[in-house]
């Protein structure tokens, strides 16, 4: 289509870069302002929790189970503690591990992806054997070794979802710098004698960010969903509050025999949330970036015929 | 070795004729890369092939002057240019620039030299980042240089060369991206940057065949004019000779590696010595369409440049290759009337009558040869436009 | 000049419409006719964004969704046009064909050459599997290609060979228009001229009609019997090539001739300043004004009109019966003032 658009003379209109595409995919899918709204709103939750929370997340204030009620819309736990107060208050440490997981993950795949398919050769084959160890090892049993190895921390917790993270978007990034590296303009970037670091970091790296924007999006809900499970598992310090330990405790206190779903199900459904909205986000931000994704090429519709109606006066 | 020695005198000869020191002289030049081995060929043992993609090339090159390399794709050319700018490690001869033997200089020691070698690419679309304002592409390379401390300086240096590369008044064009330039406008921005370096060899890669027939001359002319001002050298590699007979000085007609032709640009138009460049020269067309010229249509294309024929490079497309073509490999030697004309052909020292003489009778035998082996003779429709030449069966 | 007797393929008043992304529409192609008898040769020259491609891609209904024609395309007298893609389909590859733009990098590269070319001959009902083999044999060897060869996979090829094999394609359900998008860019001269050859061959032993859609004027010069120069989506001039080279009445075509160098002669090259309008909005007058150096007052507001300019027809004459055999049309106002004097 864009090459026919070009050809029928419309080459002098704007074509967006590729962070305008990010802003054009968000404002053109609704799924994709879903999805960042509901990051923002965690996010927002979290930063404020303490203003927020209406009740001590370390203090009882209720009964033991007791059930939503108007002081306690998401009623109490198995310690009379205020489930709604340990939900906006377990976001933070949640959240720091989602973002701190992915943030080291994403330097460690953006750093190998970039030196891998920039540099390539031994380099190349040395830190592709690595990632592909990474890729094929299962994901939570390697994270419950390690975890169990080092022992439950809040560190260890972040250290062992980067591990495990950064391998994918390793693979991603390396093979889009592969190709953007033949471009011509890398080419002659080194032929004017620009040094390595240059070209890496003025001509590759953005264009590879926005690849690694849509990966660090995705990240967060795997890192999320990882510290999740290993809460659940028991391999995080249970002193802390997270999503994770919440639901672990309510289970380790068999909230459900007691018929207590509110321990559960609400802390259940704000972890979906923010993991639907990291997926939403970073779905769209990937669409935008591959256009073939969008041209719909076996599109059953067709050219229209339009009638001609007003000949001007240039019609034979 | 003798046949080096023949190539070196060619160089010397006219770089000597040319009176002041060359600004680019390139002797002997060869560029090899290595053939991907299969598994297949590994546990064989097979040796490890190469692709001769530069074999042996001379030519030499004074500021102010355009000289330009002609070939169908696969003959050299563009690695040619890769290996002076040192993009590409050359096997072996040298590259001198402005006095300074380059070849085997150390990257590090490259860089400084990089300066005055300036590449242009074939396509605008592609040799510019998107991402970069015209502003910043232009900078680019006084900052990888450290030229023009301050940026006031910088950017005064930036409107020079914008100006200069013909895109004026340069405010008009500074903050703009690629995507709102037109073709010629970003092949303009592509020269600035080359030019912000004021450099004194400017290599351009097939600087028009991407951009639309309306705006090519006027690139053509920028070039024309910088060369002209005296301050550099242009080396433009190009496929049309129609462009390479208007514009250069002089044409070095390259075929798998080899130049087989080098002279003066209008010698080489108008009395061909070598029986490719011939043929070349017969394909182009006419734009007036009452003048039907005798197309001289070679069969097949460009061999591999891995396995080089024996001999002549060029005899098993030859029209009018002898026995003899298959024994020496023919280095170039002065033919024509030009001082400065010269040919790699055995054939091509017969004086002018003689030669047409051997190219028609062999003509005629090899269409008999061809109907023999029960390949369809070329018909000669009359009022056929192109194909009125006689086709030739290369040998199989 | 042209084929005599009926014409195989009449273009008339062909109108393409893009709508853009962003709202609004693009009349990229815009009233184009033209005429073509069996075995003619017909080119379609302009520069990038004329509007030639999307032209024949519209008489072969290959257009995206976002594309509306209006117009007719008639095939020995029908318009195929008429029912929209449901009356298009049935002509496409049987009767018109094309050859695309870098077709010789369309072929499946994990299937055997002839294979390829059978297929659609198999699948239009060419009978058995056996006769569609035999029958791409002979098209291969039609086009210059050994029939035995077409056991090869297309990297086997070169790239000349490949555009053959694309050729032989196109032709595999006899079709009696030919429509080649710039069928040698990309292309060495020598494989160019093989092509070209090959093209003017098969015009004339097959008495198939040709258009031959490029930007190389030279090329159309000693290929195309008539050519029609396009500018901004209309034809500006179309005549015999002898007449567009040899009393051009259209500047653009004159310019475009000085913008090309040539062997052959010492005139000087000259580019043409400026870029065509965007089309996406009416342009009021000549749309090559702007750029033209001849250009008069009412050329900036009065659209001229496509008209017969060979000489002795007044100013009056209008193109309807044009498209004749001889016909020269050009849509220049200083054509007016040339037969007025």
Not at chain 2, 17 to 37: I, K, N, S
Not at chain 2, 323 to 349: E, F, I, K, M, V
Not at chain 3, 88 to 101: G, I, K, L, N
């Amino acid at each position: 289509m864009s090459a026919i658009a070009t050809e029928a003379g419309l080459a002098g209109t704007v074509a967006p870069g590729r962070a305008g595409l990010i802003r054009q995919a968000i404002a053109e899918r609704k799924a994709a302002a879903l999805g960042l709204g509901l990051i923002v709103f965690f996010v927002v939750l979290a930063v404020a929790a303490p203003l927020i929370a209406p009740y001590s997340t370390t203090a009882r204030s209720c009964a033991v189970f007791a059930p939503p009620s108007g002081a306690h819309w998401l009623g109490c736990d198995d310690g009379g503690i205020d489930v709604l107060s340990e939900i906006i208050s377990g976001g933070r440490i949640s959240l720091v591990i989602g973002f701190a997981a992915t943030l080291i993950a994403m330097l460690i795949g953006g750093g190998v992806g970039i030196a891998s398919g920039y540099f390539g050769r031994w380099l190349d084959i040395t830190l592709m054997r690595i990632t592909d160890y990474l890729l094929v090892i299962p994901d939570l049993a390697f994270a419950m070794v390690i975890a169990d190895v080092w022992g439950p921390s809040l560190s260890h917790v972040i250290g062992v979802i980067a591990i495990l993270e950064w391998a994918t978007t390793a693979r991603i990034i390396r093979a889009q710098v592969m190709s953007v590296k033949e471009r011509v303009y890398i080419k002659r970037a080194r032929s004017i004698g620009a040094s390595h670091a240059r070209i890496i970091g003025r001509h590759i790296l953005p264009q590879v960010g926005p690849l690694l924007m849509a990966n660090t999006v995705l990240t967060v809900a795997v890192a999320i969903y990882l510290e999740t499970a290993l809460a659940f598992l028991g391999l995080e310090d249970p002193t802390t509050t997270t999503w994770g330990t919440i639901l672990e405790h309510a289970f380790d206190r068999s909230a459900v025999s007691a018929g207590a779903w509110w321990a559960i199900v609400p802390d259940g459904i704000v972890i979906t949330l923010l993991i639907m909205g990291c997926f939403l986000l970073g779905q769209a931000i990937e669409d935008a970036l591959n256009p073939r994704l969008r041209v719909a090429h076996l599109s059953s519709r067709r050219w229209a015929l339009r009638p001609l109606a007003g000949r001007g006066p240039d019609a034979i | 070795m003798t046949s080096d020695r023949v190539v070196h005198d060619a160089a010397a000869s006219s770089a000597a004729m040319t009176g002041d020191q060359a600004l680019l002289d390139v002797r002997d030049l060869q560029t090899r890369y290595p053939v991907r081995r299969s598994i297949s060929d590994r546990l064989a043992r097979r040796p490890r092939q190469w692709v001769r993609a530069v074999d042996g090339v001379s030519f030499s090159l004074r500021r102010g002057e355009m000289v330009a390399l002609v070939g169908e794709s696969g003959c050299g050319k563009t690695s040619t240019a890769q290996t002076i700018l040192r993009m590409t490690e050359a096997a072996g001869g040298s590259i001198t620039v402005d006095g300074q033997d380059i070849t085997s200089v150390s990257q590090r020691k490259l860089r400084p030299l990089r300066r005055g070698i300036q590449m242009v690419y074939q396509d605008p679309y592609e040799s510019l980042d998107p991402r970069f304002r015209v502003r910043q592409t232009v900078a680019e390379p006084l900052l990888v240089h450290g030229i023009g401390g301050s940026s006031s300086e910088r950017a005064a240096l930036v409107t020079e060369a914008l100006e200069r590369a013909g895109l004026s008044p340069a405010s008009l064009y500074l903050d703009r991206y690629p995507h709102e330039l037109s073709g010629g406008q970003r092949q303009r921005v592509a020269i600035a940057a080359a030019l912000a370096l004021d450099p004194m060899l400017l290599l351009a890669d097939e600087p028009v065949s991407m951009l639309d027939v309306s705006v090519r001359a006027g690139v053509l002319a920028l070039l024309d004019g910088l060369r002209r001002d005296g301050r550099l050298g242009v080396l433009m590699i190009t496929h049309d000779l129609s462009t390479a007979a208007r514009f250069a000085d002089r044409i070095a007609v390259m075929y798998l590696g080899r130049i087989v032709e080098y002279g003066p640009a209008r010698e080489v138009v108008a009395d061909p010595r070598h029986p490719y460049t011939k043929a070349l020269l017969s394909v182009v067309p006419n734009r007036d369409p009452r003048v039907r010229g005798t197309a001289q249509i070679l069969s097949g294309e460009t061999p591999n440049p891995v396995a080089i024929p024996s001999g002549c490079r060029f005899r098993p497309r030859c029209p009018i290759a002898e026995d003899r073509c298959a024994q020496t490999d023919p280095q170039l030697a002065l033919s024509g009337n030009h001082p400065q004309h010269q040919a790699a052909c055995l054939l091509a020292s017969l004086a002018g009558g003689g030669a047409a003489a051997v190219w028609s009778a062999n003509q005629a035998s090899r269409g008999a040869a061809a109907r023999r082996r029960g390949i369809p003779a070329p018909r000669h429709a009359p009022r056929r436009p192109r194909a009125r030449g006689t086709r030739s069966a290369s040998g199989a | 000049m042209s084929g005599a007797g009926a014409a195989v393929l009449e273009v008339r008043d062909l109108n393409v419409w893009f709508t853009l992304p962003g709202g609004g529409e693009l009349h990229a192609v815009q009233g184009v006719s033209f005429d073509l008898g069996a075995g003619e040769r017909f080119g379609l020259v302009g520069e990038s964004g004329c509007g030639k491609t999307t032209s024949i891609l519209a008489m072969m209904g290959l257009l995206p969704p976002t594309a509306s024609v209006a117009g007719e395309v008639r095939l020995a007298g029908q318009d195929i046009l008429a029912g929209g893609e449901d009356s298009v389909r049935p002509h496409r590859w049987t009767d018109m064909a094309m050859v695309f733009q870098g077709a010789m990098n369309a072929l499946n590269p994990v299937r055997p050459v002839a294979a390829q070319i059978a297929e659609p001959i198999l699948l239009h009902g060419g009978g058995s599997a056996a006769a569609a083999r035999q029958r791409a044999g002979e098209l291969l060897e039609l086009v210059g290609i050994p029939a035995a060869s077409g056991a090869r996979y297309p990297h086997e090829f070169s790239g000349g060979m490949r555009q053959r094999a694309a050729i032989a394609m196109a032709l595999a359900c006899e079709p009696k228009v030919l429509l080649a998008d710039e069928p040698t860019t990309a292309l060495d001269v020598m494989v160019q001229a093989q092509i070209m050859d090959l093209l003017v061959r098969l015009c004339d032993e097959l008495g198939l009609a040709l258009v031959l859609v490029t930007h190389d004027l030279p090329v159309v010069a000693q290929v195309c019997q008539r050519a029609a120069v396009m500018y901004a989506g209309e034809i500006v001039e179309t005549g015999s090539t002898d007449a567009l080279y040899h009393q051009t009445r259209h500047p653009y075509t004159r310019m475009l001739f000085a913008a090309t160098p040539d062997l052959y002669s010492d005139s000087e090259v000259r580019s043409i300043p400026g870029a065509p309008p965007r089309l996406d909005r009416p342009v009021p007058g000549c749309p090559f004004q702007p750029r033209c150096d001849s250009a008069l007052d009412r050329c900036a507001d009065e659209r001229p009109l496509l008209r017969d300019v060979r000489a002795g027809s007044g100013p009056e004459a209008p193109a309807e019966t044009g498209f004749a055999d001889a016909a020269h049309l050009a849509a220049c106002h200083l054509n007016d003032a040339v037969v007025t004097q």
